[in-house]
């Protein structure tokens, strides 16, 4: 009895020999993929005015929320120069634009997070306090995406990010920055608690007794007690530095320095905790 043809049979070897060939030099073929643009990060010295800037700041938010990362990195950089040669410009929309450049710095692509912080500190160093001025929480967000960069892992964005904190620190009033940190030296990541601590420690170096005191100076050292305990070296160190500026600003009138200020602990704290504060000032 004569055997049916199979139709599913596997192809003889110089069948799939041919098509293997055929199948590589297809893929040989094939253009290799378009390389990600390199982009240029560009020091707040070198940025140049805009030629046209009524006419370009009309599409400025536009051009932020683009889809195309690259002209999202371009804005930014205009964002940069508005602010800093075209500031009464800017004002009007800053919050919108601050919402933009929080957008930008939550996008995986480390070109555009890191453009985006370099922004964010030209508009710290040009609007100072202004910035903080906004109804939708603007800065609240940008504040929170600066000390999460800062504690991540990736060194060149980490570093941008401490570089924008600090340009805060330098272009605000210490007082309502110190509300605005607050709430961040209890946050559940040690990591955010620690950059959150080295910037009210900066924050409080440039501040004197008189507003220490209208910020609360219990509140501050209690403050400052509790980051003494804390898991990271990094806020433990920051908080020393915070109980260091307390005890120059309260005890700089004082004759019976020491005393005068182990009077004030133990009156704010509870025992343990104002004995740690003294000895941190005792060698001085």
């Not at 000390?147 to 007082?175: G, I, W, Y």
């Not at 209208?214 to 020393?240: H, I, T």
Request: hydrophobic share 40%; net charge negative; aromatic share 6%.
């Amino acid at each position: 009895m004569a055997l049916k043809p199979i139709d599913n049979a596997l192809p003889l070897p110089h069948e799939t020999a041919k098509f293997g060939v055929n199948e590589e030099s297809k893929t040989a073929s094939l253009p290799p993929p378009p390389a990600d643009p390199i982009i240029d990060y560009i020091s707040s010295e070198n940025l140049e005015p805009i030629s046209d800037p009524e006419s370009e700041i009309q599409g400025l938010v536009e051009e932020l929320d683009s889809k195309d990362w690259t002209r999202v990195c371009e804005s930014l950089n205009n964002v940069r120069r508005f602010a800093l040669y075209h500031s009464l410009l800017l004002l009007p929309i800053l919050e919108k634009v601050m919402l933009m450049v929080v957008k930008a710095m939550k996008n995986p692509r480390s070109a555009l997070c890191k453009t985006s912080i370099m922004a964010s500190s030209d508009i710290f160093k040009v609007f100072g306090d202004q910035s903080l001025d906004s109804a939708n929480n603007a800065f609240d967000n940008l504040l929170l995406q600066l000390l999460l960069k800062a504690s991540q892992d990736k060194r060149f964005v980490c570093e941008e990010a401490d570089k924008a904190l600090n340009a805060m620190v330098k272009s605000m009033t210490p007082l309502p920055l110190l509300n605005k940190l607050r709430p961040y030296v209890r946050h559940i990541n040690p990591r955010i608690r620690a950059k959150a601590a080295i910037t009210i420690s900066n924050s409080v170096s440039k501040m004197g007794l008189e507003a220490m005191n209208e910020f609360g100076l219990v509140s501050l050292v209690q403050m400052a007690a509790d980051l003494l305990n804390d898991r990271l070296p990094e806020a433990r160190e920051a908080a020393r530095n915070i109980v260091t500026c307390i005890y120059e600003a309260y005890t700089r009138n004082e004759e019976q320095k020491q005393e005068s200020w182990q009077n004030f602990c133990q009156s704010s704290l509870p025992p343990i905790h104002a004995q740690s504060m003294v000895k941190i000032t005792s060698s001085q």
